[in-house]
């Protein structure tokens, strides 16, 4: 037993050790400072969450009574939830509740149908959300502390430059939006390890040493004069890239020679020449004249492919039957970057193809300038003259959207059906292809909360979306590459009510930055318009793509989910004839799909209501 004396001192000491807790908490709370983020070190006790604090301190109570140390910070990570307690990014999907932005989070939770994702999990529509609510701000590349390319982080670009630009040059995301697993799978490609292409079987391995730079005449400045080496038409040249590792590094660029003057065998003046490029590293192969400047190789006139993690790449055009030079140089788009130092990495294969046949006469063709199509040229001589100014691509190789969009930009093009909103284009679950070209503006100007890029709406088309069922759907532009905006309404043209809106969502990506997407919830029966917008000029062709909503099926005679009961279903449900217990043409639940259930469909034949 205890003897009194021994009890005195035992609860002295105590008195002792709460009364020093208690005044460091009192310091701690008069400090100017004050508590601070729970994720964050700093040398006063306890953060500015309580619960969270008191959580810590459970497991270790030097987090309250003396400092906050990097130990209490990672036990704040594991065991602390909610809005700034977790350094998950509030632009990726995560298991935890709440995300690192307590601004935002609050933001996304105060909706009632995503407060679940400060008491559940970040799931996908929680990052969605926050695409739409909250900015983010741009991080230049490079930035010592923007994170690691190798790593995912809910900011945008990474610490290590060069990496960050060969990584955004494919996937502009990555430096917009948030540095996620796709930002990360490129940066191994090009940053880390480079993949290796291949070399066919009977290919011609380029002549050239590793860093000897001797088929370079010009490009690499300080180097002894090269000469290109000669190739044929057809062959496969397997190459590689290495700057010299001397005290002045100097960038590898290959050059190649080939004689096309015995090509034009069918005499029209010019020879069609495919570039192909498959490398392992970022880089780029152009068609030039002899002794091209290397300005030149940046030319929008210049035929040119660029190449990248050993997916073939190529482009095509028509050109006089001469002696050309093909360039190969790291970079992209004809702007030469550094080569790597290492003789195993930046390796390709090339192939130059050729082909007599070439172009098409401005106004021989029976295609329209507006559409595109795969042969050279269109029916509006004036306008394809005009065109191919811009991009002699298109009377050359074949007329592509790029081709429609500057017809439409130098001519007078025909609006689309579906311009106005009192002439919607009718809709259901799927994909929709649409475009701008010659469309006019007539919806409201978008609310400055639907605006992530500035510029106001300078065209629109309509769309009609009749859901047949109750719940929440999805509706995007995801995958053009021009700026547009997305908005969702109910009521009728020129009483019309914002639903949703949605401009240049984060979660569009990898396949664009410009696309627009949003979630809502729609009601089985009731229609709906749907209009995308060019921003500041902007037309395009693009994918309309609408989700089935996730609820219940109100009108179950529409078998596809097109909003429409229709031929289509009708198909369906004769594709099921016959016994089908339980399956969804059993329309009147007999157990057997007959002209019963036909009936049943025929009178609900129209939009479903």
Same mark, same amino acid.
């Given at each position: ?10 609860n002295?000491a ?162 917009q939006?948030?540095w ?45 004069a ?117 003789c195993?990495g ?12 070439c ?79 010659g ?14 890029a ?39 043209c ?7 809106c ?55 005679? +529409? /078998?596809?989910?097109?909003?429409? #009961?229709?031929?289509? @279903?009708? $198909?369906? !449900?004769? %594709?099921?004839?016959g *016994? =089908? &217990?339980?399956?969804?043409? +059993? /329309?009147?639940?007999?157990?057997? #799909?007959?002209?019963? @259930?036909? $009936?049943? !469909?025929? %009178?609900?034949?129209? *939009? =479903? &209501?």
């Amino acid at each position: 037993m205890f003897s009194r004396q021994a009890m005195r001192r035992t609860n002295w000491a105590s008195a002792l050790r709460a009364a020093s807790a208690l005044l460091c908490l009192i310091v701690a709370t008069a400090r100017a400072d004050g508590p601070k983020n729970c994720l964050v070190v700093h040398a006063l006790p306890t953060c500015e969450d309580p619960t969270c604090s008191a959580r810590v301190c459970d497991f270790r109570p030097s987090c309250c009574t003396t400092t906050w140390d990097q130990t209490c910070v990672d036990i704040a990570a594991a065991e602390c939830q909610g809005c700034g307690l977790t350094a998950d990014s509030c632009f990726i999907e995560h298991l935890k509740p709440g995300c690192r932005d307590s601004t935002c989070c609050t933001t996304v939770c105060a909706d009632p149908d995503f407060a679940y994702c400060c008491s559940m999990d970040w799931d996908f529509s929680c990052a969605f959300r926050a695409s739409d609510l909250c900015s983010v701000n741009s991080v230049p590349c490079g930035t010592p502390t923007a994170g690691s390319c190798t790593q995912v982080h809910g900011t945008p670009s990474c610490d290590n430059a060069a990496c960050c630009e060969s990584v955004c040059a494919f996937w502009p995301t990555c430096c917009q939006a948030a540095w996620d697993g796709t930002c990360v799978t490129l940066a191994f490609q090009f940053c880390v390890q480079s993949c290796d292409p291949g070399c066919p079987v009977g290919a011609t391995a380029e002549t050239e040493p590793c860093r000897s730079l001797t088929n370079d005449p010009i490009y690499s400045p300080g180097t002894p004069a090269g000469t290109p080496q000669s190739i044929a038409a057809g062959a496969t040249i397997c190459g590689r890239l290495a700057a010299t590792d001397a005290a002045t590094p100097r960038n590898d660029v290959d050059v190649y020679a080939i004689d096309l003057r015995n090509a034009d065998t069918d005499g029209d003046g010019k020879v069609k020449v495919r570039l192909r490029l498959n490398a392992g590293f970022p880089m780029f192969a152009a068609l030039v004249a002899p002794n091209s400047a290397a300005a030149t190789l940046a030319a929008s006139s210049t035929l040119r492919t660029n190449g990248g993690a050993c997916q073939e790449e190529l482009n095509w055009g028509c050109r006089a039957p001469a002696i050309w030079w093909v360039v190969v140089a790291a970079g992209a788009n004809g702007v030469i970057d550094a080569a790597p130092t290492d003789c195993t990495g930046a390796k390709y294969t090339l192939k130059v193809e050729v082909a007599a046949a070439c172009a098409t006469a401005c106004g021989a063709s029976t295609d329209s300038c507006f559409t595109p199509h795969a042969g050279a040229s269109c029916n509006n001589a004036a306008c394809c003259a005009a065109t191919c100014a811009v991009l002699p691509r298109c009377c050359d190789t074949g007329w592509d959207q790029d081709c429609a969009i500057v017809a439409a930009e130098s001519c007078t093009a025909p609006p689309p059906a579906n311009d106005a909103c009192s002439a919607p284009r009718e809709v259901g679950v799927g994909d929709f292809d649409f475009n701008t070209l010659g469309a006019t503006l007539d919806g409201p100007a978008s609310p400055t909360a639907c605006r992530k890029a500035s510029g106001a709406e300078t065209s629109d088309v309509w769309f009609a979306f009749t859901p047949n069922a109750t719940g929440e759907t999805e509706i995007s532009t995801c995958g053009v590459d021009w700026d547009t905006r997305l908005q969702l309404f109910t009521g009728a043209c020129g009483a019309l009510t914002q639903l949703a809106c949605s401009d240049d969502s984060a979660f569009c990506a990898p396949s664009s930055s410009k696309g627009s997407r949003l979630m809502a919830t729609v009601t089985c029966g009731t229609t709906y318009r749907v209009r995308v917008s060019g921003v500041a000029g902007a037309i395009g062709f693009g994918t309309l793509h609408v989700g089935a909503p996730n609820g219940p099926i109100c009108c179950a005679a +529409d /078998l596809d989910q097109s909003g429409f #009961v229709d031929n289509s @279903d009708i $198909a369906l !449900l004769l %594709l099921d004839f016959g *016994p =089908c &217990s339980g399956c969804a043409s +059993d /329309l009147d639940g007999s157990g057997t #799909v007959d002209f019963g @259930d036909a $009936a049943v !469909l025929l %009178l609900d034949a129209g *939009p =479903c &209501s």
